[in-house]
């Protein structure tokens, strides 16, 4: 079997006024996945679901800014895209 790996590069951005701490990003895909490689964030696969929680350093994302250093790889039996 051939396998697959796709890479994805996230920008999360807090458009509140507020700081968001505690954030957590839940990601759909059109086939089942796994993490080959991550960075800069606790990311878990489970079906064709990817949830992305914070690292350390980006537990808090301040009122107006922006996150852009988490991503990850995903490993598949096919092509994949995020749904």
Do not use: C, R
């Not at 006024?17 to 796994?34: A, M």
């Not at 064709?48 to 537990?59: C, E, L, M, S």
């Amino acid at each position: 079997m051939a396998w697959f790996f796709t890479q994805f590069d996230l920008t999360l951005t807090n458009h509140s006024d507020q700081p968001v701490t505690g954030w957590s990003e839940v990601l759909n895909f059109t086939k089942e996945v796994s993490i080959d490689q991550s960075w800069n964030g606790d990311i878990s696969a489970s079906g064709n679901t990817v949830t992305v929680k914070p690292g350390q350093y980006h537990a808090t994302i301040q009122a107006g800014e922006s996150v852009k250093d988490i991503g990850f790889i995903v490993k598949s039996d096919g092509m994949v895209e995020q749904k």
